[in-house]
């Protein structure tokens, strides 16, 4: 079991930006296709991002095209994403995840999760 700690979330007015790092301490991604989903209270996980390590080929969520971008950094281990243009209905709990199977986004078949770290986008 991959152990994933994420971090850079907090509190943004709308219209403002986040990046979020997802790292594995002592672990590579490059055997990953790595996940950003994301969870509001009394709501499931809803897929964000992701991206497949070894070549860097991403997708995205229909709601974040244009403003989110998923990426890596090889030589640090991370994986990253970046939020502009937030909204407040994107305030959620968003958590790093990895899987071995590069078509899903679903979140029963990502294997290792992460704790989460809280967007608060304020009107």
């Known amino acids: 079991q991959v152990q994933l700690v994420e971090s850079g979330g907090g509190l943004v007015q709308a219209g403002g930006s986040l990046r979020l790092s997802c790292a594995a301490p002592?672990?590579?991604?490059?055997?990953?296709?790595m996940g950003w989903f994301r969870q509001a209270p009394g709501k499931g996980r809803e897929f964000v991002a992701k991206?497949?390590?070894?070549?860097?080929?991403?997708y995205y969520a229909d709601s974040v095209k244009g403003r989110f971008t998923i990426a890596r950094d090889n030589d640090k281990n991370t994986v990253y994403l970046q939020m502009n243009r937030l909204k407040p209905e994107n305030t959620a709990v968003y958590s790093c995840?990895?899987?071995?199977?590069?078509?899903?986004?679903?979140?029963?078949?990502?294997?290792?999760w992460g704790q989460g770290t809280q967007v608060t986008v304020s009107s």
């Open positions: 002592g672990r590579t991604f490059s055997s990953y296709v």
């Open positions: 991206i497949i390590w070894t070549v860097s080929n991403t």
């Open positions: 995840t990895a899987t071995a199977n590069y078509r899903t986004i679903n979140p029963a078949d990502f294997v290792s």
